[in-house]
């Protein structure tokens, strides 16, 4: 079965993130397909690959990357809710003149049609907010 | 080929403004309609206070998102569910919210409501009926 | 098929459980994630609701936010299962839909 999974907060301040990627992993050991994995409002936070976690906690930036990389997942930060709380990739730091990009290269930027599409072609989907 | 259309259900739970969920959710409906599903919108619990008449922040200074919702009827997103018992239990009626309505295209363009009351036993049954359920 | 709720609130803070309950059908299925896992524990201001909606709904806490938080299958209202990630992952493969009462 294929799943897309809506991230609604930002990491260390909720469980959400956690949550969403224990099922993700539980998922894909069980044989099922995560079909995109989309972040928005203050779960675009998740994507910065500037994070600093203490080395006694997890990483959950680095986790979801190094979920990604061997599932090859889709994971898509939602360019609105991104630019608003100053999370953007070098491109679109170009475009809008900022000296700084700051979004983890196993993430992409792009629009909240992801997540309605992402809603379309899977058979489930699934949110984790506040 | 074309693909089959989908139920997707926005409920919407929370007051506006002390967080932004009813904004970016809203966001998210406006985006919908680009995509040719069958769209609806809930408003339940303090879901109702994000179409209450009369939102004026000018001195708050927040962005006044609510005439947005009165453009939804242009979106063909015209099944607004507002729930009964959250607006009694907020000492609201229906003359407290928005009247949103749409143009119905299949009777001459006539001007109709888009706000649909439903009580708690009706929108579980609606919820059940759906594909896609997004709540914030 | 019956629909899934999950529902991640503590009920003595929020009202997302009491709402979730008010809105779901007989036959669906209510599971208890995060901070609402202690709205499973006997004994409290909510049990009596919960004894109630096991009537007619099936519902389940996530085992691993339980013992997070100090408490086992064996502190929770008898009637409620408990479920680790495989178990939350079949529920909402078996089920039509996912609500995720916020």
Redesign the interface.
Known sequence: MKFTL?I?EGPYQHQASDTAYQFAKAALAKGHEIYRVFF??DGVNNATRLAVPPQDDRNITENWAALAKEHELDMVVCI??AQRRGMLDADEAGRQGKDADNIHPAFRIS???Q???G??QADR?L?F?D | MS?SI?K?MF?N??APYGT??AL?SL??VL??A??D?SVSLVF??DGVFQIANNQNTEASGMKNFSPAYKALGDYDINKIYVET?SLEERGLTLDNIMALTYEDEDDDWAEKPSIIPAT?AE???L??E??????? | M??LHTVNKSPFER??LH?CL????EG?TILLIEDAVVGALKGTIVADKLTAAIANKNVCVLASDLNTRGFTGADIIDGIKTVDYAGFVDLVAEH???????
Request: hydrophobic letters at 40%; aromatic letters at 8%.
């Open positions: 809506l609604n928005y409002n609105a809710a629009g909240l049609g997540l309605v599409e809603g379309i989907l949110t907010g | 693909e989908k997707f409920v739970t929370k932004v969920y970016e966001e998210v985006i919908s680009a995509f599903q339940c619990d018992e708690r929108l579980a049954d919820m059940d759906q594909d896609v359920v997004i709540s914030s | 019956a629909m009202n997302s709402s008010s809105k779901s059908k669906s039509s839909n996912v609500q995720s009462w916020l």
